[in-house]
């Protein structure tokens, strides 16, 4: 396993193509007369990770790969984004997904499609689920 966005696993070989991280910082300007502006350091800003993902109809079905990932976009929930190893990069929302079909039947059936998946990280609180329980409830 290369990495994994909530319930979603990518494999490296031969789904995952890359991955990107963008840290970046806020300042802000301030004007004055006669002087060049100042700079003022806000913080750091939420954090950016690219995933490139080539899923190919030999191990996999390109379609319901992207559903999965559309899916969970649509839910606009947080998901964990943890490496390979174990690591874990933090919590993050999937902000855009790019598609570029690469090879498709003489149907149209997608073939080969390369994805372009941009995470924003997530900061609020995370959304508790809320578990349905049958039967009888318990007394606190």
């Known amino acids: ?11 490296i070989i031969p789904s995952f193509n890359g991955h990107s991280e963008t840290t ?6 301030h004007e004055r007369i006669e002087n060049k502006p100042l700079l003022q350091f806000l913080g ?4 950016e990770d690219e995933l490139v993902l080539h899923f190919h109809q030999s ?4 379609e319901d790969e992207i559903k999965k990932l559309k899916n969970a976009a649509d839910k606009a929930s947080p998901l964990k984004f943890i490496k390979g190893n174990g690591e874990y990069v933090g919590i993050f929302v ?20 390369q994805l372009e998946v941009k995470l924003k990280e997530f900061a609020g609180k995370i959304p508790e689920e809320k578990n349905k329980q049958k039967g009888f409830k ?3």
């Open 59 to 62: 191990f996999c079905i390109p």
């Open 44 to 47: 750091k800003n939420l954090q």
């Open 94 to 113: 999937i902000e855009q997904i790019k598609e570029s079909t690469e090879q498709t039947s003489a149907k149209g059936d997608v073939i080969s499609i």
């Open 24 to 29: 970046s910082y806020n300042y802000v300007q």
């Open 138 to 140: 318990k007394k606190a």
């Open 1 to 11: 396993m290369f990495a994994q966005l909530g319930d979603i696993v990518f494999e």
